[in-house]
């Protein structure tokens, strides 16, 4: 067999070794919460890629990389150190073996991921950075358009989606815990305004694949969205 087609063979084994299961969806349908159960109840890899270009924003500063230097951005981007630890307290993030999950969520680390996420070449970085997650035994997905773009080859995927009123609701009790004052209708017209704009943008926009199984988890606990989706993945015959 000549190299190149040996090679080609190879790489087509490895990308299809491990299974991957993607979950997108809208903010606030609970997509965090049930991938960490998930992976972490099969004991496979997880992948937060909304925490990607606040990771990649936070090690560029840590590295003391220009965020106009977009080529430099672009080389953290690709070669980001980090990895997702599912647990029964949430997922930790750990960059470079450093815990992030609380560093990342700050506002400051927040305005740095918008800066890197206007770079094209970052995005094109990120891209190929979210495949290499795909290990053995296999990976648990949780994004926007995992299922649409980055892993269109997943033998199980799934959108998990809520109303705009159900998931507006969640986020206030989740500010309300926090101590922070928060307007049920502004929040749920906010949902409604970044749902209308995530459907329609021209690049990856929010939707289901048409192979994805749909999951209202409008009327569901967190416990029924886990045991349907592991039925589907059972039903696969993944598990």
């Not at 087509?12 to 969806?25: F, Y």
């Not at 307007?183 to 990856?204: F, G, K, W």
Request: hydrophobic share 40%; aromatic share 4%.
């Amino acid at each position: 067999m000549p190299v190149l087609l040996l090679a080609l063979k190879v790489e087509m084994l490895d990308m299809t070794e491990a299974t991957v299961i993607t979950v997108d969806g809208p903010s606030g349908a609970g997509k965090g919460t049930v991938c960490a159960i998930l992976a972490d109840t099969l004991k496979w890899h997880l992948l937060d890629s909304g925490a990607l270009y606040r990771i990649t924003g936070l090690a560029s500063e840590r590295k003391g990389i220009d965020l106009d230097d977009e080529a430099g951005v672009a080389d953290v981007a690709a070669n980001l150190d980090v990895r997702f630890k599912p647990g029964n307290e949430g997922v930790t993030v750990l960059l470079e073996g450093d815990d992030v999950t609380t560093t990342i969520r700050t506002e400051e680390v927040g305005s740095l991921a918008s800066q890197v996420a206007a770079l094209p070449a970052v995005r094109a970085a990120l891209l190929q950075r979210q495949r290499d997650f795909r290990q053995a035994p296999g990976l648990v997905a949780d994004g926007r358009d995992m299922g649409t773009v980055v892993f269109t080859d997943a033998p199980v995927k799934i959108f998990l989606t809520a109303s705009a009123e159900e998931r507006g609701r969640r986020r206030y009790e989740q500010l309300r815990q926090k101590g922070f004052d928060a307007s049920l209708p502004a929040l749920i017209e906010d949902i409604r305004t970044r749902d209308e704009r995530d459907s329609n943008r021209s690049v990856a926009p929010l939707r289901p694949a048409s192979d994805a199984k749909v999951i209202d988890s409008t009327t569901l606990s967190i416990d029924e969205v886990r045991d349907e989706i592991l039925s589907i993945i059972r039903n696969a015959g993944l598990i």
